[in-house]
């Protein structure tokens, strides 16, 4: 069973590195959905015997949001912003996928080095840490928006892979509050996209630069 | 009283939402505030005539293990209560203003001189909700007991102020909105990280993420994962609170959002922020890491002030200037609260004085932007000559809060001074003044050439009518500050006092 | 008596290596619903231009002549140090497996070399591929050699697919799978197969591999097809050793089951070749630091076990 859970992992990196050389902005969102989904079954993989009930209630919610919903709101803002179909990196494919799988080493020392509970299940530390890198990667080196929140929610993912890593139970309300929040902030940023597209004609954020302090933007006249 | 508290203007924003009439709307606005504030009242009237919870957070237990209670979702301590107090002040005047700024509003929509272009607003049923709902959220913040809970509060007031920044429907506030919730979100993604590592710090004492549980069982939580944990809520809650150099989001919003929602994010979000930074130090302290968490918030506290100081020299948009200041403030509050003692009291003073002097100014800077349609400060001069009783109000909110004595800001920074030196951080305490310098240097030049100075006549422009509803509410946030500095009441001395205690460890100590 | 078995499997592969184009061969075929060449097209193209005299161009020296030669015999080598069905060959000792990843350099340098001695623009290009493209697929294949010596514990390929067991693939099945992507994709790419190359292609811009070998005649270039033919026996069977980890059983029912796995790998390139279409010559690296990164994930897998 655990080695089954292990190649989950596997999967979760691999996805990692796929969401860095991936061109396609609709398969950058269909990645990042099959993330999420194979992320909210790890703990049905890992424990122990049979599942609670509440461990299925809570995969079930994670997998319909995070495998309908946010895809569908994320499709449906690409397709309102009318914005081109691909990623547009800032650096190249290679560099991401090398960046990608230095940060995979970084984590894994680190993961080495952390005081952290032991776990069942190898690399689940490495791949929390690695995906959240990967995040951080999607929202600094694109140029779109609806990257940046496809980062935002691979960093999510990272985050709740983490959070299994440690075994913490956070309580029910507290878990389904969370989930509430990255479902609105999903929304409100779609919103936002919607609004960009409208206002600067695309959702390139280079553009996003007249406030600042370094430019002579609109004040330096 | 605490449930009422929050679902008051919960439903009242939700209401806010489905209500037509735009009077109706506004008194529903008004009315909530004034009751919120009648009710906040009351609950620190309570805790301080009783003396309820006014020790350490461990202290409602009475030496109980905290497993003989059923664990509570929200409950006030006085840390909590003092910020909710600032928070439900501030919204009372945010409501009178934000009436007579929607009337203005609806009277003659924006046209932004600067861009030269004509935006539309949102629409005013948004605002006013979000509003409500924002207030609700603070609320629950101030009140929650559970730092999972506080994380997920603290990302609904990200999302909820998110649509406030963009009333004013054109390219700059969308850009300034896009930031802060990008920038925002992602830094409060790090803090659920932090959670996770506190969680995992108390996991063999089964403490959770319940606070009183995690004081009660601090000196067996695991200290290495403690550390991590403290690391990554600081990162996370101080993007949020702005501290330098997760800051770059708040200067930009700042700038764009309306008057009033400027005041509420300056005055009380970055405050809701700070708390989630203090119960974590709190923790820390509680658990023997003190100096590590102390030494921390003295450095990002530090490079606020230098950070803000910098930034402000050169500075050409008023707005963007008291965004910087807020920086700078948040870093003073950082910094007294990581040297602890005599200054935690100096932080907490500070925090009440900057945020009503703060919002005084931003309520100013509304009013201003209303009577010269430009926030460029090169156009902005000889404001006393077209609205003498704004220019008034303008120039004493400079001497507040560049910390002018007498005033609770003046206090304030005296005091964190005052224990920088008294704990032997020389070098500490003469670049905090050098760059208080710098920052009262660079903000007199721009606060007294844009009050006096020489005024050009510009061809077609109607006498300006100065509105008093906006400028009621920051006369009295100042008078307020200034009796701040000249005598504090006994019972606001005690909460002062119990709140910086509640920062824990060194800080409790040193009183 | 022991030296039999060895000698058996070591004539085997050079007999049955040629087949292997003849299968992929046919399985394009059938992808494509046409008849396709007879199975033993290879061997007959061999025997034809064995009997041929090869014709030289005047600006050619030694080099050019030397060029198949090395490349066969460099092949010829590796596979006596190579294990068959998991099982030792001739040569092996510790380390060889560097040993081979240098054979294989050797061959590209000199077919490389032979490809230059022309002095052709044509041919000049494409040796430049093919070294842009050994760049990327070499450090793969060592990575990968690498992370199979950290699996097994060995440092000899007789030995890494010797401890290779069905219980190795129980423990570390992600690491194993990884490996065996990778190995897939250098193969590919090592035996200029569609995703990197097209060995049908007719046009000198497009070639990599084909354009260097275009003045080669008679003989010399039945050594090369020959040679290339004993390359993708090489790669295949490190794949074949690593998915079919070794039984128990009989000589003879393990050799039977590794010939049909090696089929089976030669059908599986006729099938990709089938499905894909070749990638555009900038993509092509961008294919083989996917395979690196699978290699680097086994590694660091099997370093943090």
Same mark, same amino acid.
């Given at each position: 069973?655990?080695?089954?859970?292990?190649?989950?992992?596997?999967?979760?990196?691999?996805?990692?590195?796929?969401?860095?050389?991936?061109?396609?902005?609709?398969?950058?969102?269909?990645?990042?959905?099959?993330?999420?989904?194979?992320?909210?079954?790890?703990?049905?993989?890992?424990?122990?015997?049979?599942?609670?009930?509440?461990?299925?209630?809570?995969?079930?919610?994670?997998?319909?949001?995070?495998?309908?919903?946010?895809?569908?709101?994320?499709?449906?803002?690409?397709?309102?912003?009318?914005?081109?179909?691909?990623?547009?990196?800032?650096?190249?494919?290679?560099?991401?996928?090398?960046?990608?799988?230095?940060?995979?080493?970084?984590?894994?020392?680190?993961?080495?080095?952390?005081?952290?509970?032991?776990?069942?299940?190898?690399?689940?530390?490495?791949?929390?840490?690695?995906?959240?890198?990967?995040?951080?990667?999607?929202?600094?080196?694109?140029?779109?928006?609806?990257?940046?929140?496809?980062?935002?929610?691979?960093?999510?993912?990272?985050?709740?892979?983490?959070?299994?890593?440690?075994?913490?139970?956070?309580?029910?309300?507290?878990?389904?509050?969370?989930?509430?929040?990255?479902?609105?902030?999903?929304?409100?940023?779609?919103?936002?996209?919607?609004?960009?597209?409208?206002?600067?004609?695309?959702?390139?954020?280079?553009?996003?630069?007249?406030?600042?302090?370094?430019?002579?933007?609109?004040?330096?006249? | 009283?605490?449930? /009422?508290?929050?679902?008051?203007?919960?439903?009242?924003?939700?209401?806010?939402?489905?209500?037509?009439?735009?009077?109706?709307?506004?008194?529903?606005?008004?009315?909530?505030?004034?009751?919120?504030?009648?009710?906040?009242?009351?609950?620190?009237?309570?805790?301080?005539?009783?003396?309820?919870?006014?020790?350490?957070? $461990?202290?409602?237990?009475?030496?109980?293990?905290?497993?003989?209670?059923?664990?509570?979702?929200?409950?006030?301590?006085?840390?909590?209560?003092?910020?909710?107090?600032?928070? $439900?002040?501030?919204?009372?005047?945010?409501?009178?203003?934000?009436?007579?700024?929607?009337?203005?509003?609806?009277?003659?929509?924006?046209?932004?001189?600067?861009?030269?272009?004509?935006?539309?607003?949102?629409?005013?049923?948004?605002?006013?909700?979000?509003?409500?709902?924002?207030?609700?959220?603070?609320?629950?913040?101030?009140?929650?007991?559970?730092?999972?809970?506080?994380?997920?509060?603290?990302?609904?007031?990200?999302?909820?102020?998110?649509?406030?920044?963009?009333?004013?429907?054109?390219?700059?506030?969308?850009?300034?909105?896009?930031?802060? /919730?990008?920038?925002?979100?992602?830094?409060?993604?790090?803090?659920?990280?932090?959670?996770?590592?506190?969680?995992?710090?108390?996991?063999?004492?089964?403490?959770?993420?319940?606070?009183?549980?995690?004081?009660?069982?601090?000196?067996?939580?695991?200290?290495?994962?403690?550390?991590?944990?403290?690391?990554?809520?600081?990162?996370?809650?101080?993007?949020?609170?702005?501290? $330098?150099?997760?800051?770059?989001?708040?200067?930009?919003?700042?700038?764009?959002?309306?008057?009033?929602?400027?005041?509420?994010?300056?005055?009380?979000?970055?405050?809701?922020?700070?708390?989630?930074?203090?119960?974590?130090?709190?923790?820390?302290?509680?658990?023997?890491?003190?100096?590590?968490?102390?030494?921390?918030?003295?450095?990002?506290?530090?490079?606020?002030?230098?950070?803000?100081?910098?930034?402000?020299?050169?500075?050409?948009?008023?707005?963007?200037?008291?965004?910087?200041? $807020?920086?700078?403030?948040?870093?003073?509050?950082?910094?007294?609260?990581?040297?602890?003692?005599?200054?935690?009291?100096?932080?907490?003073?500070?925090?009440?004085?900057?945020?009503?002097?703060?919002?005084?100014?931003?309520?100013?800077?509304?009013?201003?932007?209303?009577?010269?349609?430009?926030?460029?400060?090169?156009?902005?001069?000889?404001?006393?000559?077209?609205?003498?009783?704004?220019?008034?109000?303008?120039?004493?909110?400079?001497?507040?809060?560049?910390?002018?004595?007498?005033?609770?800001?003046?206090?304030?920074?005296?005091?964190?001074?005052?224990?920088?030196?008294?704990?032997?951080?020389?070098?500490?305490?003469?670049?905090?003044?050098?760059?208080?310098?710098?920052?009262?240097?660079?903000?007199?030049?721009?606060?007294?050439?844009?009050?006096?100075?020489?005024?050009?006549?510009?061809?077609?422009?109607?006498?300006?009518?100065?509105?008093?509803?906006?400028?009621?509410?920051?006369?009295?946030?100042?008078?307020?500050?200034?009796?701040?500095?000249?005598?504090?009441?006994?019972?606001?001395?005690?909460?002062?006092?119990?709140?910086?205690?509640?920062?824990?460890?060194?800080?409790?100590?040193?009183? | 008596?022991?030296?039999?078995?060895?000698?058996?499997?070591?004539?085997?592969?050079?007999?049955?290596?040629?087949?292997?184009?003849?299968?992929?061969?046919? @399985?394009?075929?059938?992808?494509?619903?046409?008849? %396709?060449?007879?199975?033993?097209?290879?061997?007959?193209?061999?025997?034809?231009?064995?009997?041929?005299?090869?014709?030289?161009?005047?600006?050619?020296?030694?080099?050019?002549?030397?060029?198949?030669?090395?490349?066969?015999?460099?092949?010829?080598?590796?596979?006596?140090?190579?294990?068959?069905?998991?099982?030792? &060959?001739?040569?092996?000792?510790?380390?060889?497996?560097?040993?081979?990843?240098?054979?294989?350099?050797?061959?590209?340098?000199?077919?490389?070399?032979?490809?230059?001695?022309?002095?052709?623009?044509?041919?000049?290009?494409?040796?430049?591929?093919?070294?842009?493209?050994?760049?990327?697929?070499?450090?793969?294949?060592? =990575?990968?050699?690498?992370? =199979?010596?950290?699996?097994?514990?060995?440092?000899?390929?007789? %030995?890494?697919?010797?401890?290779?067991?069905?219980?190795?693939?129980?423990?570390?099945?992600?690491?194993?799978?990884?490996?065996?992507? &990778?190995?897939?994709? @250098?193969?590919?790419?090592?035996?200029?197969?569609?995703?990197?190359?097209?060995?049908?292609?007719?046009?000198? =811009?497009?070639?990599?591999?084909?354009?260097?070998? =275009?003045?080669?005649?008679?003989?010399?270039?039945?050594?090369?097809?020959?040679?290339?033919?004993?390359?993708?026996? @090489?790669?295949?069977?490190?794949?074949?050793?690593?998915?079919?980890?070794?039984?128990?059983?009989?000589?003879?029912?393990?050799?039977?089951?590794?010939?049909?796995?090696?089929?089976?790998?030669?059908?599986?390139? %006729?099938?990709?070749?089938?499905?894909?279409?070749?990638?555009?010559?900038?993509?092509?690296?961008?294919?083989?630091?996917?395979?690196?990164?699978?290699?680097?994930?086994?590694?660091?897998?099997?370093? %943090?076990?």
């Amino acid at each position: 069973m655990h080695t089954f859970a292990e190649l989950i992992i596997v999967l979760i990196i691999l996805l990692d590195l796929a969401l860095a050389v991936t061109g396609s902005l609709s398969s950058c969102i269909r990645l990042v959905a099959v993330q999420g989904v194979v992320a909210g079954l790890l703990p049905l993989m890992a424990g122990a015997g049979a599942p609670h009930t509440r461990a299925l209630l809570f995969a079930a919610v994670i997998v319909t949001l995070k495998g309908a919903v946010f895809p569908w709101l994320l499709m449906r803002a690409r397709d309102k912003s009318g914005a081109r179909k691909d990623v547009e990196p800032l650096i190249s494919y290679p560099a991401s996928i090398l960046l990608c799988i230095g940060a995979f080493i970084a984590s894994s020392w680190m993961g080495s080095r952390l005081p952290l509970p032991e776990t069942q299940v190898a690399w689940i530390v490495p791949a929390s840490l690695a995906t959240i890198f990967t995040g951080f990667l999607l929202i600094t080196t694109r140029s779109k928006a609806i990257t940046q929140v496809l980062g935002y929610l691979v960093i999510e993912n990272g985050i709740y892979i983490f959070g299994l890593a440690l075994f913490v139970e956070q309580p029910m309300m507290v878990e389904l509050a969370i989930l509430l929040d990255v479902f609105v902030a999903v929304f409100v940023m779609g919103i936002a996209i919607f609004h960009i597209s409208r206002e600067f004609d695309h959702i390139d954020t280079a553009e996003l630069s007249e406030l600042s302090d370094w430019r002579r933007g609109e004040y330096g006249k | 009283m605490i449930t /009422l508290m929050m679902t008051l203007p919960l439903a009242a924003g939700v209401t806010a939402f489905i209500i037509r009439n735009d009077k109706a709307r506004r008194a529903l606005l008004q009315w909530t505030a004034r009751l919120h504030f009648l009710l906040t009242a009351l609950t620190v009237w309570m805790h301080v005539r009783y003396g309820m919870g006014l020790n350490l957070f $461990s202290g409602y237990f009475g030496g109980l293990s905290p497993r003989d209670h059923a664990p509570a979702w929200f409950a006030y301590d006085a840390l909590g209560l003092f910020f909710i107090g600032i928070t $439900s002040l501030l919204f009372l005047g945010a409501a009178h203003y934000a009436v007579a700024y929607l009337a203005a509003e609806k009277r003659d929509p924006g046209e932004d001189a600067d861009a030269g272009f004509i935006f539309n607003n949102a629409p005013e049923t948004v605002f006013t909700g979000c509003l409500l709902l924002f207030l609700a959220a603070m609320t629950a913040v101030t009140a929650s007991r559970n730092m999972g809970l506080l994380w997920a509060l603290v990302e609904a007031t990200t999302l909820l102020s998110a649509p406030l920044i963009y009333f004013h429907r054109h390219k700059r506030s969308l850009e300034a909105t896009w930031k802060y /919730l990008l920038i925002c979100s992602v830094g409060i993604a790090l803090a659920l990280m932090g959670n996770l590592f506190l969680g995992a710090a108390g996991l063999k004492t089964g403490a959770g993420l319940d606070l009183p549980a995690l004081f009660y069982n601090a000196a067996a939580l695991d200290k290495p994962l403690l550390k991590a944990a403290f690391l990554f809520l600081f990162v996370g809650y101080g993007t949020k609170m702005g501290l $330098s150099p997760f800051h770059t989001w708040l200067p930009d919003a700042h700038s764009e959002a309306p008057a009033v929602v400027s005041a509420l994010l300056s005055g009380a979000l970055l405050n809701c922020a700070f708390l989630g930074i203090l119960r974590a130090n709190a923790v820390c302290a509680e658990a023997g890491l003190a100096d590590f968490t102390g030494g921390i918030l003295m450095l990002f506290g530090f490079l606020s002030i230098l950070t803000a100081a910098l930034f402000m020299l050169g500075q050409r948009d008023y707005k963007r200037l008291l965004a910087y200041s $807020s920086i700078e403030h948040m870093g003073i509050l950082a910094l007294g609260a990581g040297l602890g003692g005599g200054a935690a009291f100096g932080a907490m003073l500070g925090a009440l004085s900057h945020s009503l002097t703060k919002a005084g100014l931003f309520f100013t800077s509304g009013v201003v932007l209303a009577s010269e349609k430009t926030k460029r400060i090169a156009d902005v001069r000889g404001l006393w000559r077209r609205a003498p009783a704004t220019a008034v109000l303008w120039l004493a909110g400079f001497f507040l809060i560049t910390g002018m004595p007498p005033s609770g800001i003046f206090l304030a920074k005296f005091l964190v001074l005052k224990e920088a030196i008294r704990l032997g951080h020389y070098w500490l305490a003469g670049g905090y003044l050098f760059f208080l310098a710098v920052l009262f240097a660079g903000m007199a030049k721009v606060f007294i050439a844009m009050t006096f100075g020489e005024r050009e006549a510009k061809a077609g422009e109607k006498p300006f009518e100065e509105p008093r509803g906006m400028l009621v509410p920051a006369a009295v946030f100042f008078v307020i500050v200034v009796s701040l500095g000249l005598y504090l009441p006994g019972w606001l001395n005690m909460l002062l006092e119990s709140a910086a205690a509640g920062l824990g460890g060194a800080a409790g100590a040193g009183l | 008596m022991e030296i039999i078995k060895p000698l058996s499997q070591y004539l085997a592969v050079m007999l049955l290596s040629p087949l292997l184009l003849g299968i992929i061969n046919r @399985v394009k075929a059938l992808f494509a619903g046409r008849r %396709g060449q007879p199975l033993l097209q290879l061997y007959f193209d061999l025997h034809k231009l064995l009997a041929k005299t090869p014709v030289y161009s005047r600006t050619t020296t030694w080099a050019f002549k030397a060029g198949p030669v090395i490349g066969v015999s460099a092949m010829v080598t590796i596979l006596a140090v190579l294990p068959f069905a998991g099982r030792p &060959s001739f040569l092996s000792f510790e380390g060889d497996f560097i040993f081979i990843i240098y054979l294989l350099g050797l061959a590209r340098f000199a077919t490389v070399l032979a490809a230059l001695d022309t002095g052709s623009a044509f041919e000049g290009m494409g040796a430049s591929r093919e070294m842009q493209f050994a760049v990327f697929a070499e450090p793969a294949f060592f =990575l990968g050699l690498t992370a =199979l010596a950290r699996v097994t514990g060995q440092t000899s390929l007789a %030995g890494m697919f010797g401890a290779l067991t069905g219980d190795t693939w129980r423990v570390a099945a992600p690491v194993l799978a990884l490996l065996t992507a &990778s190995f897939f994709i @250098v193969l590919l790419a090592e035996n200029s197969r569609v995703p990197a190359d097209d060995p049908n292609t007719h046009l000198e =811009l497009t070639m990599i591999h084909e354009v260097m070998v =275009l003045d080669h005649s008679g003989p010399e270039l039945a050594y090369i097809l020959y040679g290339a033919s004993l390359k993708l026996w @090489v790669f295949g069977s490190l794949i074949g050793c690593m998915v079919l980890p070794r039984h128990s059983g009989s000589w003879a029912t393990d050799c039977g089951l590794f010939l049909l796995v090696m089929a089976a790998v030669a059908a599986a390139v %006729g099938v990709v070749e089938s499905a894909m279409g070749r990638l555009r010559l900038t993509k092509v690296p961008y294919m083989l630091i996917t395979a690196f990164a699978f290699s680097a994930l086994a590694l660091i897998f099997q370093m %943090g076990r």
